[in-house]
């Protein structure tokens, strides 16, 4: 039996997040990732920026950080660039890292440079009530969009991969199991490392868009993210409006902060 | 009509009411009420206006700058993190003489995190060349939004109307609702002299050498110093409409008071009852609210005190080694023209509650403090 209490700061709890809410289901999931790959807690920092996800780094028990809306990834950058032996976590949600935060998000990924990324995607401002936010899917219904949302949605893993990040993976809270192995495969990657995890929000999404019910968003996960064997055998028909799970890029390129060292190196020595 | 709202939609309505064009705006506790509500009533037609979602505030402003620009009359609102985010904007807007109003809700400033009030959000952008409005009540804050529109446009300035988080923003008082077809008797429609217009094109934001830019920079003072007669005008024509007006400062009991105490936003309110109480005791108290805080009205201020003993000054805000704000504006009001013994008080930052009692305990320290040597007086801290 895996013993949370070794990862969390007990005196944090209860946690604030809504009953239904997916984050908890992250937060084990990530603990037990931590595990599996076997960092140290004290060699690791977790970032996080503003909303419900980031408020994931309070309750655990490790050095973290959390910051201001959308920056933790640039935040992130500064602590691995200042010791890059840390293993660098950051938290953020889809409004936090793909609205706000968006530029770094595309940046840090370009550069390539050693932090994971674990973004919580409940497709909504959660936190400040249910605003529309860069990932709230066309025709969905927001606080700020009360009739409906006739922005496209961005697919933040595409977007990771187009910007080259070297790991990409999709995960979801209703197939937990898989979504631990991404986490614990992204942490083990040397380079920039996204894996966007589908969350259910029941106050904020579900409430406004007939899915009320946590049960309701946990099936809607369940028959809306595939895993990628299943993916593959889709028709394009049947892939409409469904996301493919799994891993989605796993390349090795050079990491950002190995080639700051190799330069700094080179001109030093002139080799 | 009267109805019960919260000083979140009181904005809204103001915003309604004063038949705004664009709104442009990102969440941030405690403010989105506001927004939430104008999209709604952009969506249902209540109001006429484009809503426009951004992906920051920075960007918020900057749509609203875009918009005004444009020839139209341009709204926002935020709240602490997301003002301090807007912080180049809002130089832009003042340089660019554009006259956008926003609703800021006072919260603290982080780390350590804290969505409770205080003013050094809009504190902090004191110097960048917007009116300041510090709202007390619900009714005050919607009638401030179509007042602050008015004001904006005769003076091509950008006016920001504060409220207290929660004390405030999410306190439900009776508003009477003001509505468009009122106001329009009060506001005309905003037709600038100069747009982005493409049969008279201009160009904008365009580079200024030294041989020109201290004058842009003298106009922008200049339309400050204007300001005052502009507020207390516009504020008149508001009276002879809707019979309510607010000033540039609300002195309370002060004719005959020996000690005066300086307050703004919802604190303002709790001071009167302090007041009351104590002048029920005998003591030769008063209070003297300031509404109106940048342009700083000087003069106003300079001729309710200069009549009292004493002043002692309540600041929800801290300029790090140095004061209370409203501190330091009215030592320098009073600097050079009188000898009155000035006191500052920090009492409620981050959202503790300034209560009747430590209101009365602030009182009670400035009247027995025969020696004010000690300018910052912390009032309930720790240590």
New interface residues.
């Given amino acids: 039996m895996f013993n949370y209490l070794e990862y969390i700061r007990e005196k944090n709890f209860p946690h604030i997040w809504c009953a239904g809410c997916g984050d908890g289901i992250v937060l084990k999931a990530i603990l037990r990732a931590i595990e599996k790959s076997g960092i140290s807690l004290d060699e690791t920092v977790m970032v996080s920026g503003i909303g419900c996800s980031s408020r994931t780094p309070g309750y655990v028990d490790m050095n973290t950080l959390?910051t201001?809306?959308?920056r933790a990834i640039p935040f992130a950058t500064g602590v691995k660039h200042g010791n890059p032996k840390l293993n660098v976590i950051v938290i953020t949600g889809d409004?936090d890292a793909t609205?706000?935060g968006?530029n770094h998000l595309i940046h840090a990924a370009r550069r390539n440079i050693d932090i994971t990324v674990l973004l919580y995607n409940n497709y909504i401002?959660g936190?400040?009530?249910g605003?529309?936010s860069?990932t709230t899917p066309t025709g969905s219904r927001a606080?700020?969009?009360?009739?409906g949302n006739i922005?496209p949605p961005f697919n933040t893993s595409g977007l990771a991969i187009a910007a080259g990040a070297s790991f990409v993976a999709r995960a979801d809270v209703y197939n937990v199991a898989n979504c631990e192995k991404m986490i614990a495969m992204a942490l083990a990657k040397k380079g920039f490392s996204l894996v966007e995890i589908l969350t259910p929000c029941p106050t904020a999404f579900g409430r406004r868009n007939k899915m009320a019910s946590p049960v309701k968003l946990m099936e809607w996960l369940r028959d809306n993210a595939v895993p990628a064997a299943k993916w593959k055998k889709m028709t394009e028909e049947e892939r409409r409006g469904r996301m493919e799970t799994g891993v989605l890029m796993d390349v090795d390129k050079p990491e950002y902060t190995a080639e700051y060292e190799k330069l700094v190196t080179s001109l030093r020595t002139g080799k | 009509m009267k109805k019960v709202i919260m000083g979140n939609h009181a904005v809204s309505y103001g915003v309604r009411a004063s038949e705004a064009q664009v709104i442009s705006a990102y969440p941030i506790t405690p403010q989105t009420h506001i927004v939430e509500l104008l999209s709604e009533m952009c969506g249902n037609g209540e109001i006429n206006a484009k809503f426009i979602k951004v992906e920051s505030e920075h960007s918020a402003m900057a749509a609203c700058i875009g918009a005004s620009a444009a020839g139209t009359r341009a709204f926002t609102a935020t709240s602490s993190q997301g003002l301090l985010l807007m912080h180049e904007m809002l130089h832009w807007a003042v340089g660019a003489r554009l006259p956008i109003v926003l609703a800021n809700v006072n919260r603290a400033v982080g780390p350590p995190w804290s969505i409770w009030t205080d003013q050094n959000d809009s504190l902090s952008q004191r110097d960048v060349g917007w009116f300041q409005i510090y709202c007390e009540s619900n009714q005050e804050t919607q009638d401030t939004v179509p007042q602050a529109f008015k004001i904006a446009e005769q003076l091509q300035m950008p006016v920001m109307l504060v409220l207290d988080a929660f004390f405030l923003s999410h306190t439900y008082e009776i508003v009477d609702i003001i509505e468009k077809e009122q106001v329009r008797k009060f506001l005309p429609p905003y037709n600038p002299e100069i747009k982005i217009d493409t049969k008279d094109p201009h160009s904008f934001g365009n580079l200024a050498g030294p041989d020109m830019y201290m004058e842009l920079r003298y106009m922008i003072q200049e339309a400050m110093e204007k300001g005052l007669d502009v507020i207390k005008k516009v504020d008149d024509e508001f009276r002879e409409v809707f019979g309510r007006g607010y000033g540039l400062i609300e002195p309370y009991r002060c004719d005959d008071a020996e000690i005066i105490l300086v307050t703004s936003g919802t604190v303002a309110s709790t001071t009167r009852a302090v007041i009351d109480a104590m002048r029920g005791e005998g003591v030769a108290i008063g209070a003297l609210k300031i509404r109106v805080f940048r342009p700083f009205p000087f003069e106003e201020i300079f001729a309710v005190l200069s009549k009292a003993k004493k002043v002692a000054v309540i600041d929800r805000n801290i300029s790090f080694g140095c004061h209370g704000i409203f501190f330091q504006e009215i030592k320098s009001a009073l600097y050079g023209r009188t000898d009155i013994p000035v006191l500052g008080y920090i009492a409620g930052l981050g959202g503790r509650d300034v209560t009747p009692g430590v209101i009365r305990e602030i009182a009670e320290n400035a009247i027995s403090n025969k020696n004010p040597e000690r300018y910052i007086n912390w009032i309930g801290v720790k240590r």
């Fill in positions: 959390h201001t809306h959308g409004g609205a706000i968006g401002y936190m400040t009530g605003q529309c860069p606080a700020t969009a009360p009739f922005e």
